[in-house]
């Protein structure tokens, strides 16, 4: 089974910056895309940012475009999200995500086609 655990989050002022950590276990990390959402409360989750594979391409939300960056580092598989510029409107839960299927398309940024999900980190930017 899968496993992915996100860490990071926290409380920062607007403008500020947060990283957030993504560790995933127990397959072949290197042939599998990564994906970070957002749920609002009350709302489902949004695309926020995915990475390939193999690190390009990657792809962003258009609200997130310039502010935020996707990495991965096989040694260790780990994703990172780092956060910069943060708007009060950034805040949310935030989590990591994997689909099942290998080579997966980072632009089709459905999160109903993503199977493996961790447990979410709150991020809180303040005005």
């Known amino acids: 089974q899968v496993q992915l655990v996100e860490s990071g989050g926290g409380l920062v002022q607007a403008g500020g910056s947060l990283r957030l950590s993504c560790a995933v276990s127990?397959?072949?990390?290197?042939?599998?895309?990564v994906g970070w959402f957002r749920q609002y409360p009350g709302k489902e989750r949004e695309f926020v940012a995915s990475?390939?594979?193999?690190?390009?391409?990657?792809n962003y939300a258009d609200s997130v475009k310039g502010r935020f960056t996707i990495s991965r580092e096989s040694a260790g598989n780990l994703v990172y999200l780092q956060m910069n510029s943060l708007r009060p409107e950034d805040t949310a839960v935030y989590y990591c995500?994997?689909?099942?299927?290998?080579?997966?398309?980072?632009?089709?940024?459905?999160?109903?086609?993503?199977?493996?999900w961790g447990q979410g980190t709150q991020v809180t930017v303040s005005s």
């Open positions: 995500s994997s689909p099942r299927r290998p080579y997966y398309n980072v632009y089709d940024a459905v999160a109903s086609k993503y199977d493996y």
């Open positions: 990475i390939s594979w193999n690190g390009v391409p990657t």
């Open positions: 127990d397959r072949s990390f290197s042939t599998y895309a």
